[in-house]
């Protein structure tokens, strides 16, 4: 994944993690798994209207300063919870990848999907989800994020997803630590749709420890 990509995904209120940090970090979490690939840094929720370009630029100066290097906290179940300071400011943030993915039509490609849960004590942002899709969605398309039987609106910028309705992000949240998965659907600028499902095992115990180093 390129950081040109990353980088338009990542709002100009964040910097970008390293990825490199992150990648050595992810292979240390798994004994004697193959060197898992690099990942990106937490998508931030664009301040901008869901129809604007996210701007790369002041995110990729905002890397340069600081701590920007994400540290491998604790791995639990499928989620890993990290923590980086880029510019002086900690991030923390819990993620995993897909246990699934499906395509309509089949088999069509895609860069790899990830999900985050983000804290951000600078900007008083706490466990906010959002969810890298691995392709270019429709513009002005609406995604969908199923959990514990509720089904949530996701709106769409890039390749990113965020909760369409901030006031049901708390329960959102709430529904993903009690439940044993949830699934993204989305539909790509091609018209491909695509349904992801990321096992939520460990989620509840990675978001309480990442609730301990980031309280400040």
Known sequence: MSVRRILTVVSISVAMCGLSGLAQAQTAASKGA??????????????????AKPTAAPAAAAAAGGNAEPTLVGQFGTWGAYTATPNGKKVCFALAKPSSSKTNPPNRPRDPAYAFVSTRPAEKVNNEVSIMIGYQLKPGSESTLE???????????????????????????????KAADVTVKGTSAKGTETSDTFSLKGLAQALDRLAQDCRR
């Open 34 to 51: 193959k060197a898992a690939p690099a990942k990106p840094a937490p998508a931030a929720k664009p301040t901008t209207a869901p129809a």
């Open 147 to 177: 959990v514990g039987g509720a089904r949530y609106a996701m709106y769409t910028q890039g390749d990113g997803l965020w909760i369409k309705n901030a006031a049901e992000e708390e329960r959102m949240v709430d529904a993903m630590r």
